[in-house]
DNA sequence: AAATTATGCAACCTTAAGGTTGCAAATATA
DNA sequence: TATATTTGCAACCTTAAGGTTGCATAATTT
């Protein structure tokens, strides 16, 4: 029942969370009043994130801010790097292409 | 019921699948036999890279050959691009942190 | 000390994900 | 033409995902 970070990303609201806090660090309190649902919903995804080590809890008191962990959403970017090299080479295919479009006029 | 490239890649075996084709189109038949599952099973994760475009058919008489769509793929790169600032300063508090406990010595 | 607030956990429900098997359609081969 | 091959579609099953509500716990405030 261990999340990876492609399952986590997978949701929409996961996404959202992510985007908002890595502006700032937020509790779930204040998550929750950014989306239509239930605290414990958004709860449950804090959860998530926070199994894979998406975010980082910070405890104050009674409250908890949870830090968005870029260090580990750097390993999504590893993971889209070994199809960078594919896209460049269809590119560069495609500049030749239309390259030859251009010299046959 | 439309999927979307996050879904599509929460999953395992079509990050495998997206891998191979990626290095060389591959019909349905050649995908499932390097997975240790039915070709059915395989083809109903074809289907989902397809409908997100990660991946494009390539008919050929009876056989598709199914081709990496790098242009697609780049939306990811596109996604992380928010975040990449992110990581790049929290290393930098790193480094400083790390620079401060030096000089403490 | 009592009440309020922030959070997490557990039970439950509904729907979708991922697998199976069987069958139909289209193309290639005997 | 008959047969084999490649693929996709549909029905079905089991499990997990994402939501709900209710309750327990710990920290703060009155």
């Keep these: 029942m261990k999340h990876d970070i492609f399952q986590a990303i997978a949701d929409p609201t996961r996404r959202a969370i992510l985007a908002l806090i890595a502006f700032q660090a ?11 649902m239930s605290r ?13 080590e998406l975010i980082k809890p910070e405890q ?3 409250e908890i801010y949870y830090h968005f962990n870029a260090k580990k959403m750097q390993e999504f970017d590893d993971w ?7 896209w460049e080479i269809q590119f ?13 006029k």
Tied chains: 1, 2.
């Design 26 to 36: 937020l509790t779930p309190n204040a998550m929750a009043e950014k989306f239509d």
């Design 40 to 52: 414990q919903a958004v709860s449950k995804h804090i959860k998530v994130l926070h199994q894979c």
């Design 60 to 62: 104050s008191g009674r």
């Design 80 to 86: 889209v790097a070994q199809f960078r090299q594919k």
């Design 92 to 104: 560069n295919q495609l500049d030749e292409l239309l390259a030859n479009i251009k010299d046959k």
